[in-house]
């Protein structure tokens, strides 16, 4: 969007992204949660802490310039994407198992506030971090954290689109438009990783976190 339309407020860039997004994550969550097997009850309280937290995120990127955040994002990005690169049985679903109580926790933790609150400030990135988040602390599959983290960012983008909204930060036409398309991705992709499995989602994260850290440097190249 701010490609397409270089005047257009970083915010309500953000807020119409937002309300495409929640469309997008709720509809690829309704489909995980009926065909893969998570503790909803467990995400209850990650997903309430996702939308306070996404909302002050928001709240942040309201009043500083999210470009701010591009150089951080790159980093841990790039951190990422070799880490899975080097490790082939990460996340797959014989690596996957139960962790400890504090590792869960703190996943958990991350996932509902860390990653949230970045999520209501900039967003690249998101989903990825919040699935690797999961399967090293939680010990989920990639399949059982992409479920998870659909759930968690429905979350996220809930909360950051109430602040955007109320701000008057959203393009409300636009954004239900995208929805539309955001849906019909989200179930074309989520019907995908639930037949082929975690080896797919893995080798999409891989190709997701390469074009990221591949925008996100022309970006901060050509400022």
Do not use: C
């Not at 709240?59 to 841990?76: C, K």
């Amino acid at each position: 969007m701010l490609i397409a339309q270089p005047g257009l407020p970083t915010a309500t860039a953000l807020g119409t992204n937002k309300l495409a997004a929640v469309f997008g994550t709720a509809s690829a969550a309704w489909r995980y949660v009926r065909h893969v097997r998570i503790d909803l009850r467990r995400l209850l309280p990650v997903f309430a802490a996702a939308l306070v937290f996404s909302a002050l995120g928001a709240l942040v990127a309201i009043s500083l310039p999210t470009e701010i955040f591009t150089p951080f994002v790159l980093v841990m990005l790039v951190g990422v994407g070799l880490f899975v690169a080097l490790r082939p049985g990460f996340g797959g679903d014989l690596s996957a198992g139960p962790r400890s109580r504090l590792s869960t926790i703190a996943g958990l933790v991350i996932t509902g506030v860390v990653i949230a609150f970045y999520d209501g400030v900039m967003g690249p990135g998101t989903g990825t971090f919040l699935i690797i988040s999961l399967t090293a602390l939680v010990g989920t599959s990639f399949l059982e954290s992409s479920a998870m983290a659909k759930v968690i960012n429905t979350g996220t983008n809930l909360g950051a689109l109430t602040v955007f909204g109320l701000q008057g930060n959203v393009l409300w036409l636009l954004g239900l438009g995208l929805a539309v398309a955001n849906i019909a991705g989200a179930q074309i992709g989520s019907h995908m990783a639930i037949g082929r499995g975690s080896s797919f989602v893995r080798w999409v994260l891989l190709v997701v976190v390469v074009v990221m850290v591949g925008k996100l440097s022309y970006d901060l190249v050509t400022g």
